[in-house]
């Protein structure tokens, strides 16, 4: 992934790594585009701090290395996951995937992602660490968004239950569907210093499986989540949820 930097630095300032293996068929032939890629798979991808971008990553956990006493209290913080932690993963792989220009779909059999684990910051000006990834966050000028009508937006139009209408000569909207969504191990360190009381909460052990879910969200997609939750000293607690969920308009059965 670091051949892909170049390109990847006008969206994203941390420096990426990982190893990329992928099989694709694409075909162009009279101004059509089509793309089957039986396999994209990234291994041990990880960005990297911004201070040490040129420097190998280091394992995301406190700086102290682990006592013997691997039940020891002060082993345990050692082992936690820092809330400054950089994202990565070991391994993330998309199988199945067609994408068809004409038809304007894009159909995915399966995402897997496996052994991911981040940090996730918001200071007590209200910051949070991933605005600092931004290339705007180091003094370039940002673009000023456009006014838009909030009523005629793709997300208002989905939770109206109302069809969108597609005028003379204008092209339908894309189509996205995957068949199935696999969190393997996921990890989430999350810190608050800006809430009325700092909130520090360690989720691990993530495991989520989504089924036959559109981008449009419209129809209820099986979901199955399970997590262990953990704060300061006290024992972990487990979160669980087996239903279906929809987002346009959001609605979760379970």
Do not use: F
Not at 90 to 111: F, H, I, M, P
Not at 125 to 153: F, H, K, N
Not at 232 to 244: H, I, N, R, S, V
């Amino acid at each position: 992934l670091a051949l892909a930097q170049p390109y990847l630095s006008a969206w994203l300032r941390p420096a990426v790594q990982g190893k990329l293996d992928a099989k694709v068929d694409l075909q162009w032939k009279q101004g059509k585009v089509s793309l089957a890629a039986p396999l994209l798979r990234i291994q041990d991808a990880a960005l990297l701090p911004l201070a040490t971008s040129a420097k190998p990553a280091a394992t995301p956990v406190a700086e102290a290395a682990a006592p013997r006493n691997a039940n020891a209290p002060s082993a345990r913080r050692a082992r936690e996951l820092s809330s400054s932690a950089m994202p990565r993963w070991a391994l993330l792989e998309v199988t199945d995937v067609q994408l068809d220009t004409t038809a304007r779909s894009v159909n995915v059999g399966k995402v897997l992602l496996r052994g991911a684990s981040t940090g996730v910051r918001r200071d007590a000006e209200g910051r949070w660490m991933a605005q600092d990834w931004l290339p705007s966050a180091s003094g370039a000028p940002a673009v000023a968004p456009q006014r838009t009508d909030p009523a005629s937006t793709p997300a208002a139009t989905a939770a109206s239950g109302v069809p969108p209408v597609v005028a003379k000569g204008q092209a339908a909207p894309w189509s996205v569907a995957l068949k199935e969504l696999q969190m393997d191990g996921a990890r989430v360190a999350y810190a608050d210093r800006h809430a009325p009381k700092s909130v520090r909460l360690d989720v691990s052990d993530i495991q989520v499986t989504l089924r036959n879910a559109t981008l449009a969200g419209t129809q209820p997609a099986p979901l199955t989540v399970s997590a262990r939750v953990a704060s300061g000293q006290a024992e972990p607690g487990q979160l669980c949820y087996d239903g279906k969920l929809a987002w346009a308009p959001l609605l979760a059965q379970g």
